[in-house]
């Protein structure tokens, strides 16, 4: 069982960035592909992002491509998510997500094995 704490969270206007955390308990942190989604309230959750194992390679979303920026620590198990030109729309829930199937897949994201309770990031216009 991996748990994951997330933090970062916060409001901030449009224009503004936020980084958001994820800290993992896995002793075997470096087997997942490690992401992030979001859901919105009324919406369907959304893949944002998601990083390979070693952290070679990144996918994200269009919606936040060239805005947003992954990475990982598995010296640390921890998880980022440098958020930059944040938008009224990026408002939502954001979760840490752990995945063992490979390859790593952004359309695997919002359905991993196991993600955390959240951080909320709203963005005002």
């Known amino acids: 069982q991996v748990q994951l704490v997330e933090s970062g969270g916060g409001s901030v206007q449009a224009g503004g960035s936020l980084t958001l955390s994820c800290a993992a308990s896995?002793?075997?942190?470096?087997?997942?592909?490690m992401g992030w989604f979001r859901q919105a309230p009324g919406k369907e959750r959304e893949g944002v992002a998601v990083?390979?194992?070693?952290?070679?390679?990144?996918y994200y979303a269009d919606s936040v491509k060239g805005r947003f920026t992954i990475s990982r620590d598995n010296a640390n198990n921890t998880l980022s998510l440098e958020m930059n030109s944040l938008k009224p729309e990026d408002t939502a829930m954001y979760y840490c997500?752990?995945?063992?199937?490979?390859?790593?897949?952004?359309?695997?994201?919002?359905?991993?094995?196991?993600w955390g309770q959240g951080t909320q990031v709203t963005v005002s216009a």
């Open positions: 997500a752990a995945d063992k199937h490979l390859p790593c897949e952004l359309s695997r994201v919002r359905s991993s094995d196991y």
């Open positions: 990083i390979s194992l070693l952290g070679a390679r990144t």
């Open positions: 896995e002793v075997t942190y470096s087997r997942y592909c």
